[in-house]
């Protein structure tokens, strides 16, 4: 495998034997976020261990500096210290440039609405055309003034605030639970009782789940019903600062997982338990299914691999390992039918229609949905390809791994991982024994 490092463009995969390896990867980029959001409203100083280094967590602290909020990030320690607003955000105007990062708009366009002053939210061509409308109408309803620049219900954003008053407000959960999670975490800083109802299906429920879990680190309680549909937050209340530790990442951990999968090895991520707050250690569920063995310790989870049969699989509630299990079904026998993930349309490319197209290139036949695909590799052996990522990291991630025992395999725009991780090819190579 070539240097990643000394390439801009393009990163040719070596294929290699069965892997035998443990690695910890980088913190959660998913509680990150959550934590620093959390960690900023709250009074008093929070110190996060474990933070992600990565261009989304990057784009939310210099937001969050940007609003007026103290954040002093040590990435080599993995630390960040955030000294708390206590819910009165201290700038009355600012612009705010969130590049692609979903979660870094959704949440913030939430935050500030809480707050009093005119703030425009932007980001890269791509983040324009993600949906926003939702959760800008949920707000509104809360007592907000946020519009769509373009009226087109996607960024940039224009919220001009003047606190939110409370009462009951209605938001879509099939487009994206961000949307549920970034009201839930600013709500608590309303005038008054705030409940949330859930119009139609909530996709990527353990994201909720995740985030009630952060608030409540934090001093928060939200009184959930059993199904998410409708939650109730006893507003005005507070988040307190506090140490909060974060875990590595779920779905970064899966391509390592998946990697001892396709090449027959065995791989042990660190740090990671079935019981982890990130739903995404579920795709160890899917590997079993496909033959596969997996063996959870207190210090972790150990994947090894087997022969591999084609699953019918919902994978609504781990939708950012779809891609990851798209490279695995290749070298299944028989075909991969993936189902009820036609939100991820949205992320940061067209996560069904894009990954069918590319698996097409190293010779499956896949047939798309509108919300998944099925995935039969060709009974003559797969073949090298250049795979286009569409700058979407887990894009470039995933597909590397078909390269571990596919010759000629090359990843273009490699880089498009410093979203969410930075050394992934440094840390494939080393798994590899390179």
């Not at 008053?165 to 999670?181: M, N």
Request: proline share 4%; aromatic share 4%.
């Amino acid at each position: 495998m070539e240097d990643c490092l000394a390439v801009n463009d393009r990163i040719a995969i070596e294929t290699c034997g069965p892997i035998h390896a443990s690695i910890r990867p980088p913190g959660s980029k998913s509680l990150t976020n959550r934590a620093l959001a959390c960690a900023a409203l709250a009074s008093g100083r929070s110190t996060l261990t474990g933070a992600l280094d990565s261009e989304d967590t990057r784009v939310m602290c210099e937001s969050l500096r940007r609003l007026g909020i103290h954040v002093a990030c040590d990435w080599d320690a993995a630390t960040i210290v955030v000294d708390g607003c206590g819910g009165r955000i201290p700038v009355a105007e600012a612009d705010l440039f969130v590049a692609n990062s979903g979660t870094s708009i959704r949440f913030l366009a939430a935050m500030v609405s809480a707050a009093r002053g005119r703030f425009r939210l932007d980001g890269i061509e791509r983040m324009r055309q993600r949906p926003i409308g939702d959760l800008l109408a949920a707000l509104n309803q809360l007592g907000a003034r946020a519009t769509s620049e373009t009226g087109n219900d996607c960024p940039p954003v224009v919220i001009e605030a003047s606190g939110l008053r409370g009462g009951t407000t209605r938001v879509r959960g099939d487009i994206s639970s961000q949307f549920l999670s970034g009201l839930l975490m600013a709500v608590p800083y309303a005038d008054r009782p705030v409940t949330i109802e859930v119009d139609g299906e909530l996709v990527s429920k353990p994201y909720v789940e995740m985030t009630l879990a952060v608030m409540r680190s934090f001093g928060v309680e939200v009184d959930a019903a059993e199904d998410l549909r409708r939650f109730s937050i006893a507003a005005p209340t507070a988040y307190t600062g506090r140490q909060y530790s974060i875990e590595p990442d779920a779905s970064a951990a899966s391509y390592f997982w998946a990697a001892a999968a396709i090449s027959g090895g065995e791989v042990t991520v660190e740090g990671l338990t079935p019981d982890a707050l990130q739903g995404d250690v579920a795709f160890c569920d899917c590997l079993r299914t496909m033959g596969c063995e997996v063996t959870a310790s207190a210090d972790g989870m150990m994947v090894r691999g087997g022969r591999l049969r084609g699953i019918d699989v919902d994978m609504n509630a781990i939708s950012d390992t779809v891609q990851t299990l798209g490279a695995v079904a290749l070298f299944a026998e028989g075909p991969t039918t993936i189902t009820h993930v036609g939100h991820i349309r949205h992320k940061e490319t067209d996560r069904i229609g894009d990954l069918a197209r590319e698996l097409r290139k190293f010779g499956a036949t896949v047939e798309e949905s509108s919300d998944g695909l099925r995935i039969t590799p060709p009974e003559s052996g797969l073949h090298g390809a250049e795979i286009e990522t569409y700058n979407d990291h887990r894009m470039a991630m995933s597909l590397a791994l078909v390269g571990l025992r596919t010759p000629g395999v090359v990843i273009l725009n490699p880089r498009c991982t410093e979203k969410t991780y930075p050394r992934f090819f440094e840390d494939l190579r080393r798994v590899c024994g390179r």
